[in-house]
């Protein structure tokens, strides 16, 4: 693949390590080739690297699968995932699911992006719905700023949530971030 067709979200290998640019600079200085600066992220370990390519330099393409499956279980240290196509099923390390593995509950939708037998990257959906599973007592305090207290979901996971959140609501929660977004429901 040449250079002049990368962009950002373009994967490819380099020393058959896959990498996906993050972002993309085209500099052209008033003398000489234009140059390619690139922020590329290791899809094995997630570190970063910037590399700068010429104008012409060539890069090899990633293989990948994707397959779209379902989050049946935990066993271990592995999260079992269904080919929703072949309903083959893939033991995922715990590793490679990431912080995302915080908001997963059985049943929940995934899209696997696959390097040969390893994962690269694992999507779930942007937004959860999570049940509350306990919450901090709030303190009674006036104050102009709003004041968050850490709750508890059916996942595992720890977020702060608004005040009036309570054992039992149903909240929406980003993925992305790991935020409170709103109230589902009251308790259920």
């Known amino acids: 693949m040449e250079i002049e067709d990368v962009r950002k979200g373009t994967k490819f290998l380099i020393n058959a390590i896959p990498y996906r640019v993050e972002d993309a600079e085209f500099v052209k200085p008033g003398k000489g080739q234009a140059l390619y600066k690139l922020k590329l992220r290791n899809l094995f370990d997630s570190s970063v690297v910037n590399k700068t390519y010429r104008s012409g330099d060539k890069v090899e393409d990633v293989r990948t699968e994707t397959y779209k499956g379902q989050f049946l279980y935990k066993e271990g240290n592995h999260y079992v995932i269904m080919d929703s196509a072949t309903f083959e099923q893939h033991y995922i390390d715990e590793e490679a699911m ?12 995934v899209t696997v992006t696959m390097f040969g037998e390893r994962p690269l990257e694992i999507e779930i959906p942007t937004f959860v ?32 949530v608004p005040p009036f959140i309570q054992e039992g609501d149903m909240i929406k929660v980003d993925t992305r971030t790991g935020t409170y977004v709103e109230r589902v429901t009251g308790k259920k």
């Open 98 to 109: 990431g912080d995302k593995r915080h908001f997963l509950k059985e049943g929940d939708e």
């Open 129 to 160: 719905e999570l049940k509350v599973v306990s919450s901090a007592a709030t303190l009674k305090a006036a104050t102009v700023t709003a004041q968050y207290k850490p709750a508890q979901l059916e996942t595992g996971a720890t977020i702060d």
